[in-house]
């Protein structure tokens, strides 16, 4: 059974109280963030279903939502999430070169995970770095002004963080 | 050197801080204000002649006249933080960098229009720039900014930040609207306009953070001072968020009167364009503006310097102008490719699209094929008339500006650099390996080196 331990449920509580009474649906995207980043960083069904029975919704309205906004994996993702933005700003600074070296060293292909689990590599559109282009997201950082010895450094980061 | 208004203190070390931020004069325009009547406020900001920052430039005093008042309902101001336009970083720099300036600006705001409960709708992606706000919210709070009866006005104000989650489509203020409810992005029809049946059916003002955070010079030195700075209706500064192959990318302040030759090759802003390269195009107002050749682009049909302000860089129409838009300015170099470039913004467009109206929905992913096709090598001549008659079978005809967003890239490449296209379709080989370059210009025509 999915469950928010006590200081999630107060933080969802916190979230719901700031807008008006019968308007908990609001609170549905945040909420979503946290059940995202509580479990395992993706929302499986029962996930969403227990976000839908905290805001007193349907599961169709909590589903319509997470199936709408790229930042919400509706598939299981690998622990690191290497996110490279391809829009025109950064594939006039060289980010294909970028995709091509991570595809390389991961050894995957965009979309997908490694094997071990550890790595995944998406593509995404213009998060709002163009000057400090190439760039991706990595969890909740912008790693900006990439090259292929930062991708390397951003990579050994993440095995030395599970190790 | 241009006037600074907004990043006038952006440099000051520890200015995030509520501390260093109220030592060098933050929160005056909060204590003038609640001494006003908020009729005043609101006259002040017509007076000033500001314009929205987000990227329609609709004066902001006009829209804050419209909002109903209805007797015992609640109204809202919500902050559009939701910045996505491809080339646009200018209101991120302001909130991690100044975080109270947008906080002060929205109190001001908020009494102004009689919100006692405010939002700011931020990018999903923004996640550690949600953090800042809040902190500075918390600041603000313990220093008796927010909360009940600020400093003994009477006014009670709360400001609450709300993460979106990765929707471009969700800086189309009924869309954002619609997900600050906590649904999809699908922008409403109007009317009824937000100024009447916003958030929860109350009325609401939606503003860009730039906009917000110009209130408060506005009330601290007045609104006709305001107007003072720039040239005709293109008053105050404008951030300008420059990228792409230039020496200098980043948030720039300007006033409206520099020229755009000054913005790019000056060291104050630009630098000019790295390795000796020329300037081939440029995208001067987020994503959606159309792309001018490097000629059109410095100097207008008329033969003027072109200026950067909204009236200047709109001169001549789409044919040989373009637009303001939110500011994000991207330079191009002879190197490169504009099918490619446009290729990416389609691709970006038919990912963003919605999804509600036909033309939109399907017209954006017959662009990023026809596109991609072209740049590929596989193009036809055809291609290109068909491209033209989609992008004209989206424009106007979608509930949102989305769609015109989406189709003004492709129909200002074809009006621009037709040449470049037919190119890649004559050479379907040398296009994979090779630049189009600078050959759309005759030799006549002067483009400036660094």
Known sequence: ???????????????????????????????????????????????????????????????????????????????????????????????????????????????????????????????????????????????EHLTKEKVDAIIEECRAKSN | MSKKLLLANAHVPGIRTYEVYRREGGYRSVEKALKMKPEEIVEEVKKSGLRGRGGAGFPTGLKWSFIAKPEGVPRHLVVNADESEPGTFKDRYLMEYIPHYLIEGMIVSSFALGSNVSYIYIRGEYAWITNILEEAIDEAKQNGWLGKNIQGSGFDCEIYVQRGAGAYICGEETALIESLEGKRGNPRIKPPFPAVKGVWERPTVVNNVETIAAVVPIINEGGEAYAQIGIGKSTGTKLISACGNINKPGVYEIDMTISVEEFIYSDEYCGGIPNGKKLKACIPGGSSVPILPANLLLTTAKGEKRLMNYESLSDGGFATGTMMGSGGFEVLDEDQCIVKHTYTLARFYRHESCGQCSPC????GWMEKILKKIETGKGEMKDIDLLWDIQRKIEGNTICPLGDAAAWPVAAAIRHFRDEFEWHILNPEKCLTENFGLRHYADAIHVPVA
């Open chain 1, 1 to 143: 059974m999915v469950s928010f331990n006590e200081q999630q449920i107060a933080k969802v509580k916190q979230i719901i109280a700031r807008y008006p009474e019968g308007k908990q649906k609001s609170a549905l995207l945040p909420v979503l963030h946290l059940a995202q980043d509580s479990f395992g960083g993706w929302l499986d069904v029962p996930v969403m279903d227990y976000v839908a029975s905290l805001l007193s919704i349907e599961p169709i309205e909590v589903y319509e939502v997470a199936s709408f906004y790229s930042m919400y994996n509706l598939k299981p993702v690998g622990k690191h999430l290497f996110e490279v933005c391809q829009t025109g700003p950064c594939m006039v600074k060289g980010c294909d070169d970028i995709i091509d070296y991570i595809k390389l060293k991961l050894n995957i292909n965009v979309g997908e995970t490694t094997a071990d689990g550890m790595f995944t590599l998406k593509t995404v559109e213009c998060l709002g770095a163009c000057g400090y282009a190439p760039m991706m997201q990595y969890g909740k950082t912008y790693r």
């Open chain 2, 361 to 364: 929905r399907e017209g954006t």
